[in-house]
């Protein structure tokens, strides 16, 4: 299985500041034949489902605030929330979706400090 | 626009089943290149992926649950289905069907029902 580890577990960031959160995959998921890393990010607001942010590592889904950035490639990855807002306190998830079963990290949460 | 909505009881005994319908609106669950599947969330803690499957009956279980899991489609009525049987206090969570694309094109899971909480307690 591919273990998802992220870090840190929790952040707490000054309003305007920058974010960065870490995901480390046991195994590669970069698909050699399409040069794309199956690895989606998530934010999880308390009560409500997860969002998806961010896919094959770096691609943001409509709608997503360019202030999110994704990066990384191979078993290395980082979530970048260029200058936070009050709105980005969440929990943050990555997973990887190039082979089942499909795990995600640990989850790290993001505070304002 | 793809919606899902889960329905079921909120509440069993321990070594009941866990019977949850997710009706899809906006979609259908025999377009090909979609998965359809559920995830769950205990109170507090992290994501678990259960099972996904695709209309031509592929299906894919996380193994740790695979010898308890059963998943059913209704494509008349546009709606899927999960049985977890033998259920304990660790089987309490969150329960959300989602969907995903499949093969090169799988992006993540995207959309996500809103969620249900099962308790399992005696």
């Known amino acids: 299985d591919f273990v998802m580890t992220q870090s840190p577990d929790s952040l707490a960031v000054s309003l305007g500041e920058r974010a960065t959160i870490n995901c480390k995959s046991s195994?590669?998921?970069?698909?050699?034949?399409?040069?794309?890393?199956?690895l989606a990010w998530y934010q999880q607001k308390p009560g409500q489902p997860p969002k998806l942010l961010i896919y094959?590592?770096?691609t943001r889904e409509s709608g997503v605030p360019d202030r999110f950035s994704g990066s990384g490639s191979g078993t290395e990855f980082t979530l970048t929330i260029s200058s936070l807002q009050a709105e980005d306190v969440a929990v943050y998830y990555c997973q990887q979706n190039y082979g089942t079963p499909y795990t995600f990290g640990q989850g790290t949460k993001l505070e304002i400090k | 626009q793809l919606q899902l909505q889960e329905s079921g009881p909120g509440l069993l005994k321990p070594s009941q089943t866990l019977s949850l319908t997710c009706t899809v609106s906006g979609g259908s669950l025999s377009n090909s290149g979609f998965y359809w599947g559920w995830i769950r969330q205990p109170p507090g803690m992290g994501l678990e992926w259960i099972v996904s499957?695709?209309?031509?009956?592929?299906?894919h279980y996380n193994p740790s649950l695979k010898s308890r899991v059963t998943m059913s489609v209704d494509t008349s009525t546009n709606r899927f289905s999960l049985n977890l049987n033998s259920v304990t206090a660790a089987d309490t969570a969150v329960y959300y069907c989602?969907?995903?694309?499949?093969?090169?094109?799988?992006?993540?899971?995207?959309?996500w029902g809103q969620g249900t909480l099962v308790t399992v307690s005696s």
């Open positions: 989602v969907s995903h694309r499949s093969g090169t094109y799988a992006k993540g899971f995207d959309p």
């Open positions: 499957f695709y209309y031509d009956g592929t299906t």
């Open positions: 195994q590669s998921v970069l698909y050699n034949s399409n040069n794309k890393n199956y």
């Open positions: 094959w590592a770096s």
